[in-house]
């Protein structure tokens, strides 16, 4: 992770999980203030709305109310105290009922708007209509009901001018009523105005903050990843010399710096292999120029070695055949020296070309063929030897199908069993010839073939040695070769995919065991 040194960018500081969370955490708390904000202006229009709905509109029709129940009971009295009849009392018991309901329910209202003025002016009306009643309504009723018309009508003036006082106070309050609702309509359409503005504003902060949000992430976190995309793709279609600069947030810098160092690594790597590469090509021209000096050297030691050598053979032959007999003896012995190392000289040579022939021929000319018939070939290049011995070979079980080179592979027979039968012991040789599956393999497929003697044997901590170029157990007068064999053979099998060793000695006579892969399955495809 890369350290704050001061000099990272704001936008650095933080991981692309922390810009996240500041950005939804400045939101919900802008939310929050919209929702309070929304709320308290809806609440003051709620309280507009209820002082219009619940408090001066039923307030104003109480009013009305109890105006028409005073003009019912000022009718009432009227008729009843010029006529003297008593049903125009009914209105008068009617109104004042009314009156009084419609002035209790007024008296509710007002108490519920919180509107002294409004308490005032009922308060005076009330006075008014007190007044009315008591000073003319009342003893009026009371002077007909006596008989005593006279002094109703006397006081009919009287009565009319207490109830215009009683109706002018009540028009004072519904005045009032009116000024207050208008003031309250005016309030509520303020309300409703702050409502909605305040809405808008809610609306623009949450969309200005999603916008300030989605530009913050997006400098932090989607450019630096578009450009670090970019970049990872080009570098990954071969343009190791680009750098990646870090960007953006804390962890998109922390990702970036980590591609660039795993960049830096690959190209150091790249630039390792490269001079691998160039020294790989140099070994392989050295190769190449070695090969084809070892091509010159088989040439020359096929042709012009070989002739001169014929010739030192062919004259020491030729002194053996004139001067046998006329010389002294150790004339004799020292020309059956030169004939002798002449003929060494001639097998060594040939084998040391057959054991560099080994592996030229490419491994697109391996044919498969029966392994028996390989058998078969050096069985019957060892015919003489065989019979010589009274030796015996015995093939257990049925050899399998190889692929490669018959020939070599006849060479390996025809050593390994030539071997049984040059190392013999007092016994005549007994060779067996086994083919197992190679345990070794692992079920991929492949053999195992063992050849066991009854031999002299050879020890245990030979085993190794045996194979190794012109190694020799024995002293060349005891047994003869050029000590080329087995180094020839383990070549032999290495070259066809396999490998070769001595098994541990449980008992008289060698076992040597080789392996060869099985035949590649025919393509379907």
Not at 75 to 101: H, K
Not at 230 to 256: C, H, K, N
């Amino acid at each position: 992770m890369a350290a704050d040194d001061g000099r990272t960018p704001v936008l650095g500081r933080l991981t692309s999980g922390q810009w996240l969370a500041v950005g939804s955490g400045g939101l919900a708390l802008i939310a929050l203030g919209a929702i309070v904000l929304s709320l308290l202006a809806l609440e003051r229009q709620t309280d507009r709305r209820d002082l219009l709905v619940d408090g001066l509109d039923p307030a104003a029709r109480s009013a009305q109310r109890l105006l028409t129940g005073l003009v019912d009971e000022e009718t009432g009295v009227r008729g009843f105290a010029l006529t003297g009849r008593s049903q125009f009392l009914e209105p008068f018991e009617n109104g004042q009922a009314e009156s009084a309901e419609a002035a209790a329910d007024l008296r509710r209202r007002l108490d519920t708007v919180d509107r002294e003025q409004l308490v005032a002016r009922l308060a005076t009306a009330e006075e008014a209509v007190a007044a009315w009643r008591d000073g003319y309504a009342l003893p009026a009723i009371a002077a007909v009901e006596r008989g005593d018309l006279g002094v109703a009508r006397d006081g009919a003036d009287e009565g009319k001018a207490a109830f215009d006082a009683t109706r002018e106070a009540i028009g004072v309050l519904q005045r009032d009523l009116r000024a207050a609702r208008i003031v309250a309509e005016r309030e509520l359409d303020e309300a409703t105005r702050v409502t909605q503005a305040s809405l808008v504003v809610v609306g623009l902060l949450l969309l200005i903050s999603t916008l300030v949000l989605w530009l913050i992430l997006r400098r932090a976190v989607g450019q630096p990843l578009a450009h670090l995309a970019s970049t990872s793709r080009r570098i990954s279609s071969g343009e190791y010399a680009l750098e990646l600069e870090p960007d953006g947030s804390r962890d998109v810098r922390d990702v970036t710096a980590d591609i660039e160092r795993m960049r830096g690594q690959i190209v150091r790597e790249l630039a390792a292999l490269e001079e691998a590469r160039e020294q790989l090509e140099a070994q392989a021209a050295d190769l190449q120029r070695s090969n084809e000096e070892l091509e010159q050297f088989a040439y020359v030691a096929s042709h012009d070695l070989q002739e001169p050598l014929r010739k030192v053979a062919s004259f020491c032959q030729m002194l053996e055949r004139r001067y046998s007999g006329q010389l002294d003896e150790r004339a004799d012995q020292y020309i059956a020296f030169a004939v002798d190392g002449a003929k060494r000289m001639q097998i060594l040579i040939n084998d040391l070309l057959a054991f560099s022939r080994v592996g030229r021929v490419g491994s697109q000319e391996f044919e498969e063929f029966e392994l028996r018939e390989a058998l078969d070939d050096a069985l019957a290049n060892l015919e003489g030897p065989l019979d010589e011995a009274d030796g015996r070979v015995e093939i257990r079980g049925d050899l399998p199908r190889v692929r490669g080179d018959e020939a070599l592979l006849a060479g390996v027979f025809q050593n390994l069993i030539g071997n049984a039968i040059k190392f013999r012991g007092d016994a005549p040789p007994h060779v067996t010839v086994t083919t197992t599956p190679d345990p070794s393999a692992n079920g991929d497929g492949g053999w195992q073939v063992t050849i066991a003697d009854n031999g002299i044997g050879i020890d245990d901590e030979y085993a190794d040695r045996i194979f190794v170029i012109f190694q020799r157990l024995h002293a060349k007068d005891a047994y003869p070769g050029t000590g080329i064999g087995l180094a020839m053979t383990r070549k032999i099998i290495e070259y066809h995919g396999g490998r070769i060793w001595l098994e541990p000695s449980e008992g008289p006579g060698s076992t040597f065991a080789f392996t060869l892969p099985a035949p590649e399955e025919p393509s379907t495809a």
